[in-house]
Nanobody, 122 residues
Framework: QVQLVESGGGLVQAGGSLRLSCAAS????????MGWFRQAPGKEREFVVL????????LYSDPVKGRFTISRDNAKNTVYLQMNSLKPEDTAVYYC???????????????WGQGTQVTVSS
């Protein structure tokens, strides 16, 4: 079992930055692929980015590529999402997730956090 707790969301103006954190419980964090997803009102949950177990490989969705950066610290059981040049269309609830398989689909991830709201004003 892995419990995930996100933090760092908030309200920011367009062009601003936020850093999300996701702290994981347990001693198996380093064995999981970690992903960030987001869900805007009335829309399906959307893949944002993932990072492999060692942190050396990442995969970004096109809408965030070049603006967002994922990283992880396995010693601290934490994954981060640095979000720069934020746009109003980035407004959503952001979720971190842990899984054993590498991919975009939410169904590949076994554990989810409760989500943190990110709101970008124009």
């Amino acid at each position: 079992q892995v419990q995930l707790v996100e933090s760092g969301g908030g309200l920011v103006q367009a062009g601003g930055s936020l850093r999300l954190s996701c702290a994981a419980s347990g001693r198996t964090f380093s064995t999981y692929i970690m992903g960030w997803f987001r869900q805007a009102p009335g829309k399906e949950r959307e893949f944002v980015v993932l990072i492999n177990r060692g942190g050396g490989t990442t995969l970004y969705s096109d809408p965030v590529k070049g603006r967002f950066t994922i990283s992880r610290d396995n010693a601290k059981n934490t994954v981060y999402l640095q979000m720069n040049s934020l746009k109003p269309e980035d407004t959503a609830v952001y979720y971190c997730a842990a899984g054993r398989s590498y991919g975009y689909s939410p169904s590949l991830y076994d554990y989810w956090g409760q989500g943190t709201q990110v709101t970008v004003s124009s």
